[in-house]
């Protein structure tokens, strides 16, 4: 396995960063997901766009989107796979021991891995902690993804691949590493990005090729939602057919397996969707 490190290809196994680079010592670094589909990353641009926000809204210098490029095709040339997770990093770099960031310049990492398509269906759970609509890091996809883990964690005990969050003032917000969709008297809508939730590249297509409303809804209206969904680069469009305690049938519902066949179609006929 090869991955781009720092200007460069480099063997996986003894590439190397700094065990000082702020990236490491406190979460001070952006990432991108990037869904490779036989060697093509999708939506490409959209990604890269993204990145570059959430380096400005850290206070990054914006990264050099010529050697991500650069980067992403060396490491998918390098590694042939029929699906795989291609992930980009860039931190603050090399720093001293706390919260400010040292002058050596920020780490850029490409790399990927093998996976497969994930099921059609899926279990997610709520949790008790909130998304932060009015932190320094709303919006922004920074490695400091603790809050993730844990909450993940408590999915995964279960028996749920996804655990969604309110956020402050109790309105419906996101999935750890996904956004949320419900139908509601036969509506499909999402949280709006005011709820502090991260723009989705999936979410975004969804939302516009398949027509559905931004609202603001409270985090209990998936007790009552007819369908609901999540989208992510890696689960496209993928129904929750089991929510907390609750099934939703055993199958994506009428709206939802529309989404998931229009995303399947569109996506299929443009790989990098302005
Ligand atoms: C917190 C969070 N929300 C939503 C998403 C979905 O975004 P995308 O569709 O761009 O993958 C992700 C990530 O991948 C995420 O990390």
Redesign the pocket.
Known sequence: MKIWLDGGLRDAGTARVSVFDHGLTVGDGVFE?VKADRGRAFALTR?LE?LTTSARGLGLPAPDLDEVRRGCEAVLDANPMALGRLRITYTGGVSPLGSDRGEAGPTLVVALSETTRRPDTTAAVTVPWTRNERGALAGL?TTS?GE?VVALARARELGASEALFGNTVGALC??????VFVVLDGELHTPPLTSG???????ALTVTWAGAKETDLPLDALESAEEIFL????RDVQAVTRIDGRQLGDRPGPVTAEAMRIFDERSAADFDPR
């Open positions: 997901t990604h993204r996809k993804y993730n996101e999935g750890t590493g996904s956004n939730c991260l723009a989705g590249i999936t979410r989208t992510s680069t890696l």
